[in-house]
């Protein structure tokens, strides 16, 4: 990709951020029901393969769908939106359910432009959405409590120049290395996402929330299968939903 091409997205997320920022306001955490995790692994024979995996408030997964395609550009920090989100409207549109909120592996506002995958996708989707990376992007960490029991808020991301909050850094295990970061993405404010990221921790006592958790453990399933030849693209639809047996 060359020099222009990315500062050519990097402007388009600049003109989307005024859109997400002004989109962050408190959420209606009562009125969540049913939410959707999105993550992505990669096959070495057929790409990007995107999760949307449904869940109940309690953790409970329902359904999921896949989507496989080779991702249109190279990973550039700060435009992993460019990379995975095309993939995910696609797993999004098979699912075919309800939903009242997307949970992201990314990041939300906790990026250099206020701007990351869950912000594009809550944006588009024009649903509450909330990132939750397993990497710091952007920001300095201000560390608020060393010792708090797991699932717990353990500090925050803040902005260097203006001292905004962009995430909260969640701890999810005796490790200080156990750690989420969670903003975010669109239509939600900090502390609504927090609220819901900590109680799907505590729910499934899992390390990851568990809309994302699923997602991740069945794309990664997939996409080895794929490569190992025992799923092929075109079986991939009838059989996939066997793979619930993991869980």
Known sequence: MTYSSVA???ELQKRLSRRIVSSLKPMDTASIRRIV????????????VAIAALTTRDGQLLTYSVALGE????????LLAFREAP???????????????????????????????????????????IGV????????????????????????????????????????GRSKKSRLYVSPGAYTDLDSATTIVLELLEARKT???APTYHADRISKTIARQLDSGELSPRSLKKRHRTLLDYI
Do not use: M, W
Request: charged share 20%; net charge positive.
């Open 8 to 10: 050519k997205l990097i």
């Open 37 to 48: 995790g999105l993550d992505a692994a990669y096959s070495k024979r057929y790409g990007g």
């Open 71 to 78: 991702p249109p550009l190279q990973y550039i920090p700060g």
């Open 87 to 129: 993939l995910f409207y696609t797993a999004l549109r098979l699912l075919d359910s309800n939903y009242d909120l997307v949970v992201v592996d990314g990041h939300g506002i906790s990026h250099p432009r206020r701007a990351g995958i869950a912000s594009h996708i809550g944006i588009a989707i024009a649903k509450p959405s």
């Open 133 to 172: 990376a397993k990497k710091k992007l952007y920001g300095h960490e201000q560390i608020v409590s060393e010792d708090c029991k797991p699932p717990c808020i353990a500090g925050y991301v803040v902005d260097e120049d203006t001292g905004e909050k962009l995430a909260a850094i969640v701890r999810t």
């Open 207 to 209: 390390p990851l929330p």
